[in-house]
Antibody
Framework: QLQLQESGPGLVKPSETLSLTCTVS??????????WGWIRQPPGKGLEWIGS???????YYNPSLKSRVTISVDTSKNQFSLKLSSVTAADTAVYYC?????????????????????WGQGTLVTVSS | SYVLTQPPSVSVAPGKTARITCGGN??????VHWYQQKPGQAPVLVIY???DRPSGIPERFSGSNSGNTATLTISRVEAGDEADYYC????????????FGGGTKLTVL
């Protein structure tokens, strides 16, 4: 059974960089069938996609966060990571790591990330001084 | 940027059918995925690729997608179905991004 586990500080100061790591167990992060993504959810609000990465290192980022986000992958450790710079209180949220199924988009002839079939339990990150 | 619109809330009596809509420009040309999220828990995939059900999801859950509206249908609703439901697509048309709807709170009366 695949499991994903987020780890990292639960409290980050304003203007600093939020750093989280997702450790994947029970399966290989190097599978060609999946992307690995980060999603967040502010308290009491909806889900927001942050970005996704393929095992090769190819990334997609939410345009609204792109200037502050870096997602990387370490296949030797079966981990992928999120860095979000210059955080503010608006970045306070539960952060989820997840596995996204790669699919064929026949209209565009591409293989983007699709549905999310496995989620981590989520970790609350609070931005506060 | 691509926007998905869901009703904030839907109410249904036990045993009846609940329909939760997800509106988007020509959403019928995209693959739609649906998630169920209960309080304090991570979301769970209940429908993917418009109408496929992951293993372990009851047949009471079904999906459809056409034109500008995708629909999640829950038949014979049970108290345990009370949750927030989110639709999601991948938008390849401009920004190449994942997009979630705002979520719908399903209340079982």
């Amino acid at each position: 059974q695949l499991q994903l586990q987020e780890s990292g500080p639960g409290l980050v100061k304003p203007s600093e960089t939020l750093s989280l790591t997702c450790t994947v167990s029970g399966g290989s992060i190097s599978s060609s069938s999946y992307y690995w993504g980060w999603i967040r959810q502010p308290p009491g609000k909806g889900l927001e996609w942050i970005g996704s990465i393929y095992y090769s290192g190819s990334t997609y980022y939410n345009p609204s966060l792109k200037s502050r986000v870096t997602i990387s992958v370490d296949t030797s450790k079966n981990q992928f990571s999120l860095k979000l710079s210059s955080v503010t209180a608006a970045d306070t949220a539960v952060y989820y790591c997840a596995r996204q199924i790669q699919y064929y988009d026949y209209i565009w002839g591409s293989y983007p990330p699709g549905g999310i079939d496995y989620w981590g339990q989520g970790t609350l990150v609070t931005v506060s001084s | 940027s691509y926007v998905l619109t869901q009703p904030p809330s839907v109410s249904v009596a036990p045993g009846k059918t609940a329909r939760i809509t997800c509106g988007g420009n020509n959403i019928g040309s995209k693959s739609v995925h649906w998630y169920q999220q209960k309080p304090g828990q991570a979301p769970v995939l209940v429908i993917y690729y418009d109408s496929d059900r992951p293993s372990g999801i009851p047949e009471r859950f079904s999906g459809s997608n056409s034109g500008n509206t995708a629909t999640l249908t829950i038949s014979r609703v049970e108290a345990g179905d009370e949750a927030d439901y989110y639709c999601q697509v991948w938008d390849s048309s401009s920004d190449h991004r994942g997009v979630f709807g705002g979520g719908t709170k399903l209340t079982v009366l």
